[in-house]
């Protein structure tokens, strides 16, 4: 196929895909003004939140450390394949990061949570590709999910960046991350 | 506001940064001119790439939530309808992005489509079609949308999406070459016996 057929199929496509109804824009605006007078606000998880991946955090750091071996004999991290160290010790720096993020009042601080996030992203990407992430259906969607978050944290920008980090705490909301996270981390402490 | 105030209000025409600095001292008519002036294009970019009329309104309704009780972080370095669109892509990514990844693994693509027979008038053109926008990755079809249906530019998107101007060409160009692909059985040529 040509790229002149080719526009022409997407142009017959473009013309059904999704068309947007009628957008009317008064009646929207008073929708958005009686919105804004009851202030809704959707800040009430944060606590929670916090709270719960805080706990999360301690016992990653605790599942994660390695054992003390009697003189001779195998190690607790020799039993474990790296991919899931890797995993265990990726999970709960995420989690930090994550929680980290809505609390920091200092602009300056993006580079570094971009910074970090960079790191992680490269080892979700890695783990993403592992066999570990293919046997397992819970692990590979929650790496999946917290790419694409550690992806938006990895792009914050100076200036603007309270509403992206808005957004991105929105997102760890509506995917439930750390919920998930702590699923997935107790599975791994406990060898599943 | 009554929707009665609201239709009395004039609309002044840009420039927008006047009504960001009018907006950012709390003068509803400005909000209300910004608005005018962004809202329809994001709410079709919106439902676009969501496809979900209710969503779109909540999403739209978010954005501009946001976006004004936000404007004290605004500083003007990006266009006021670029940094409102940010947002606006932002929060219908992260609603869209689980559940499309979720169902492509419950619900494999298919790639055993019919033997080629028909043309881009097929009543099974406008399903295949959606299909198979649906099928590109996440990341070129946001491009793929917003630029081949609803005629962004590769500096807007990547203003917008937060990346290089090269990655959305990049993107659109692979788009484009999964298209072809899966929609091969449409194309004129291939209706020649």
Known sequence: MNDSSLDQLISAGARDYRVPPPFDAASHWHQLEQRRRRGVTRAWWRPLAFAASLALAFALGRA?????????????????????????????????????????????????????????????????????????????????DLELVLAQVARLREGESRTERELINDAVQQQDLVPRIRTVAARLAAGD | MTQAAIAHFHVPDPPADDLVDRARRGDREAEYALYRLHAPRIHRLVYRLCGDAALTDDLLQDTFVRAFSRLGDF????????????????????????????????APLRTDLAAPESTAFDPDFPGAFAEAVDALSPGQREVFVMHALEGYTHVEIADILGISEGTSKGRLFHARARLRELLARFAPETSHE
Do not use: C, K, Y
């Open chain 2, 75 to 106: 500083r003007g370095d990006a266009a006021f309808g670029t940094w409102v669109h940010r947002i606006a892509v932002n929060l219908t990514l992260n609603a869209r992005r689980s559940a499309d990844r979720r169902e492509r693994r419950i």
């Open chain 1, 64 to 144: 994660t450390r390695p054992a003390a071996s009697p003189p001779g004999g195998p190690s607790v991290a020799a039993n474990t394949g790296a991919p899931v160290t890797m995993a265990a010790a990726l999970l709960g720096e995420s989690v930090i990061l994550l929680t980290s993020l809505p609390e920091a009042s200092t602009e300056g601080q993006d580079q570094r949570f971009a910074r970090e996030a960079g790191d992680l992203l490269a080892t979700t990407r890695l783990l993403l590709d592992s066999p570990e992430a293919q046997h397992s259906p819970a692990l590979a969607s929650l790496l999946d």
